[in-house]
């Protein structure tokens, strides 16, 4: 087994956070670095992350969380930032890992997880899962603001896809990405002379905020799991 995929069976990450942690020369196999592609792995060998022993886990947790403003979405951070584990760490009695991400001054719905294929699946842009948000701007959009949000923007050199736009009361947005680029709706509202000023993200495909408090967190439904493991299922063609 690829040793991406053997680090997401352990809930360590998905596949994609995976070989970010063997880049930045955080995981071992038998103790020996492991930061090169190509790396296959077995029951056998000894596979470790910042010097703890990994293996696959028994049972798959799935969270559903509204991150607040202020908080990092990442498992651990170097600047001692409050992070989204913090939210869950007296509740949750295992790792878990956030798929995706929101910035810290953003808020809402955000997957937690120990699955890393799932996360995998969540993610990959092949799906074109949509992510719908609520921005807030410091001023009414124009007509001809919408209209290119709808076709695609440039940032960062390179065009988006159109988002789906829709408006909304008190200079506030409705908007819907199947791309995941860092701080892509901000950026986005930028090209066309606005600013965000405060950004919700409210579903991932079927999975939904709803009614979850701030800061809190929820199981997924039956429903929501059958979402997530199908497309599990079709990444591996099962």
Same mark, same amino acid.
């Given at each position: 087994?690829?040793?991406?995929?053997?680090?997401?069976?352990?809930?360590?990450?998905?596949?994609?956070?995976?070989?970010?942690?063997?880049?930045?020369?955080?995981?071992?196999?038998?103790?020996?670095?492991?930061?090169?592609?190509?790396?296959?792995?077995?029951?056998?060998?000894?596979?470790?992350?910042?010097?703890?022993?990994?293996?696959?886990?028994?049972?798959?947790?799935?969270?559903?969380?509204?991150?607040?403003?202020?908080?990092?979405?990442?498992?651990?951070?170097?600047?001692?930032?409050?992070?989204?584990?913090?939210?869950?760490?007296?509740?949750?009695?295992?790792?878990?890992?956030?798929?995706?991400?929101?910035?810290?001054?953003?808020?809402?719905?955000?997957?937690?997880?120990?699955?890393?294929?799932?996360?995998?699946?969540?993610?990959?842009? &092949?799906?074109?899962?949509?992510?719908?948000?609520?921005?807030?701007?410091?001023?009414?959009?124009?007509?001809?603001?919408?209209? &290119?949000?709808?076709?695609?923007?440039?940032?960062?050199?390179?065009?988006?896809?159109?988002?789906?736009?829709?408006?909304?009361?008190?200079?506030?947005?409705?908007?819907?990405?199947?791309?995941?680029?860092?701080?892509?709706?901000? &950026?986005?509202?930028?090209?066309?002379?606005?600013?965000?000023?405060?950004?919700?993200?409210?579903?991932?495909?079927?999975?939904?905020?709803?009614?979850?408090?701030?800061?809190?967190?929820?199981?997924?439904?039956?429903?929501?799991?059958?979402?997530?493991?199908?497309?599990?299922?079709?990444?591996?063609?099962?």
């Amino acid at each position: 087994m690829r040793l991406q995929k053997y680090l997401a069976e352990c809930g360590v990450s998905s596949r994609r956070g995976a070989e970010e942690l063997m880049i930045k020369g955080r995981v071992t196999v038998n103790d020996k670095a492991a930061d090169k592609p190509g790396i296959k792995v077995s029951e056998r060998d000894i596979v470790k992350v910042d010097g703890k022993i990994v293996k696959p886990v028994a049972k798959k947790i799935y969270l559903l969380l509204n991150k607040p403003v202020g908080y990092v979405t990442t498992v651990k951070d170097d600047h001692n930032r409050q992070t989204v584990i913090d939210l869950i760490k007296d509740e949750v009695n295992a790792r878990v890992f956030p798929v995706g991400r929101l910035d810290l001054q953003s808020e809402g719905l955000l997957l937690m997880t120990n699955d890393g294929e799932a996360a995998f699946a969540l993610t990959h842009p &092949k799906h074109d899962i949509a992510k719908k948000y609520i921005a807030v701007l410091n001023d009414a959009p124009t007509k001809a603001a919408l209209d &290119k949000l709808r076709q695609g923007v440039v940032i960062d050199g390179k065009k988006t896809k159109g988002a789906k736009v829709r408006r909304l009361p008190n200079n506030t947005l409705e908007i819907s990405i199947t791309e995941g680029r860092n701080r892509q709706i901000r &950026k986005m509202i930028e090209t066309v002379g606005l600013e965000v000023t405060a950004l919700k993200r409210v579903s991932i495909g079927m999975l939904n905020l709803g009614n979850i408090p701030l800061g809190r967190w929820r199981h997924l439904t039956k429903a929501e799991l059958q979402y997530l493991k199908g497309m599990v299922k079709n990444d591996n063609g099962k």
